[in-house]
């Protein structure tokens, strides 16, 4: 069985600084990952996911992940924290030859940014 | 495109009370999930469709039903609505099954059950 394990459920960073949000999955095998969004009364929207093509994903707003196969993690990073960027962030993990509807969501990361 | 729709967007009800959430996509995609959301737990699936006329249970489907109207429909339903299922309800859309394919999630459902 996969999960996910999202480590820290509240990150606080200054304007400016860098976002590091961690994730780890395990899986037998590599699967999909997915970084979700979701702003403050709001669905959630995907910032970026890895398909089993280059392990750097880049997604939208400058956010980033990069796939460690040895690590068994799927980071999700940000040079430059903004004001906007304060929202909840969830990653996911389904199943490589599995099916959407396995797909397993971590508890969640509330990323405060400081002015 | 409005993407992934869902009526109303908040409800209280009293204990036993039944209602039906409603989802809408327009963009064409096959399959379509409900969940809820729960502070510390991430979400969890309730029911999905991965077809016009199919539906199937998830992880948390007892207390629930759904209704798969049509391609773009899917309803979910509490017949005896208890506190225990207080929590935020999202609808979501994949064009297929596939493990890779991304879900597109609709505003959500603030449900309180007194």
């Known amino acids: 069985a996969q999960s996910v394990t999202q480590l820290g459920s509240h990150v606080s960073v200054s304007e400016g600084a860098l976002v590091l949000l961690r994730c780890n999955y395990s899986s037998s095998v590599p699967p999909y990952l997915f970084w979700y969004v979701q702003y403050p009364n709001q669905g959630l929207q995907l910032l970026l996911k890895y398909t089993s093509a280059a392990t750097l994903v880049k997604g939208i707003n400058g956010f980033e992940a990069e796939f460690k196969k040895s690590e068994t993690s799927f980071h999700l990073t940000k040079p430059s924290a903004h004001m906007s960027d304060a929202a909840e962030y969830f990653c996911?993990?389904?199943?490589?030859?599995?099916?959407?509807?396995?797909?397993?969501f971590g508890s969640g990361t509330q990323l405060t940014v400081l002015p | 495109n409005a993407g992934v729709t869902q009526t109303p967007k908040f409800q209280v009800l009293k204990t036993g009370q039944s209602m039906t959430l409603q989802c809408a996509q327009d963009m064409n995609h096959n399959s379509m999930y409900w969940y809820r959301q729960d502070p510390g737990m991430g979400l969890r699936l309730i029911y999905y469709?991965?077809?016009?006329?199919?539906?199937d249970k998830g992880e948390v489907p007892n207390g629930y039903n759904v209704s798969r109207l049509n391609k773009r429909e899917f309803s979910l339903r509490l017949e005896s609505a208890a506190p225990s299922q207080t929590s935020v309800y999202f609808c979501?859309?994949?064009?297929?099954?596939?493990?890779?394919?991304?879900?597109?999630f609709g505003p959500g459902t603030r449900l309180t059950v007194l």
């Open positions: 469709s991965a077809s016009e006329g199919t539906t």
């Open positions: 996911a993990v389904s199943p490589h030859l599995g099916s959407a509807r396995q797909l397993t």
């Open positions: 979501a859309s994949t064009e297929g099954l596939a493990g890779g394919d991304t879900q597109y």
